[in-house]
DNA sequence: GGCCAGGTGTAAA
DNA sequence: TTTACACATGGC
């Protein structure tokens, strides 16, 4: 049970069933690390409100964000919530990435991923979202869709770190392949596995111990 | 109106 | 180590 060849085949079920996510979706690496800190706990279609409010003040960088106010910057991502804690958030990060010298720089430390965490507002999923879909580097990004569909599929009642472990041990270190994998179980968490179920077209309905 | 969303930090048991 | 709570807006 959830071997290799189980998660690659539940990998080609929801590839079937879903398509290709081509996640992130930002039209750059910097748009994707302030989608990884704004989306925190909010509905992704929040999100794109505050990054288009970002974009039409010009604000997507590092020296604009550093050197903006924090109401202006409160004020374009309102409607992400939590907007004070998250505007500092974006400050600690334009500063972090202006200390190392540039996004590229930042990207290529050695240990980004502590380097991250050190951040204050940066927790194991956002540092791990930006090493994979900014960095390029095979980390398996854990969510709470997935906790839920691996404690309600295989019964396993895993935290961040083990969950993660088992991914990166079981599966090819592939870039591409951790992308989509989280891209689609994120997909297949908020169609049919959201904390009330909705299980009768879920595409892993028969494998389900639920079910 | 109530529940929930692509978390994190802090404090208390 | 685990659990509880604050943080806040918008969709259904």
């Known amino acids: 049970m959830t071997s290799t060849e189980e998660l690659l085949r539940i990998f080609e079920t929801l590839k079937y069933e879903f398509g290709k996510q081509y996640w992130w979706p ?11 800190i704004l989306t925190q706990n909010v ?9 288009d409010n970002l974009k039409n003040e010009d604000m997507i960088d590092p020296s604009k964000i550093k050197s903006a106010g924090l109401k202006e910057i409160q004020g374009a991502i309102k409607p992400t919530g939590f907007y004070k804690q998250k505007s500092r958030r974006l400050k600690r990060l334009a500063n972090a990435i202006l200390d190392n010298g540039g996004i590229e ?4 430390r050695d240990d980004l991923r502590g380097r991250l965490l050190n951040i204050k507002g940066i927790g194991p999923e956002t540092a791990d979202s930006i090493v994979l879909y900014a960095a390029e580097k095979p980390v398996f990004v ?9 404690k309600r599929v295989f019964s396993l009642n895993m935290r961040y770190k083990e969950l993660q472990e088992l991914f990166e041990n079981r ?3 592939d ?4 992308k989509e994998y989280h891209a689609l179980l994120v997909e297949l968490g908020k169609k049919y596995c959201k ?12 494998r389900c111990e639920r079910s």
Do not use: H
């Open 26 to 36: 930002a039209e750059s690496k910097f748009e994707m690390m302030v989608g990884a």
């Open 43 to 51: 509905n992704w279609s929040n999100v794109e409100k505050a990054i």
């Open 105 to 108: 720089n930042t990207l290529d």
């Open 142 to 150: 854990i969510d709470a869709y997935t906790q839920r569909i691996m």
């Open 171 to 173: 599966l090819p270190k």
């Open 175 to 178: 870039v591409d392949l951790f």
């Open 195 to 206: 904390k009330s179920p909705n299980c009768s077209y879920c595409p892993l309905k028969d």
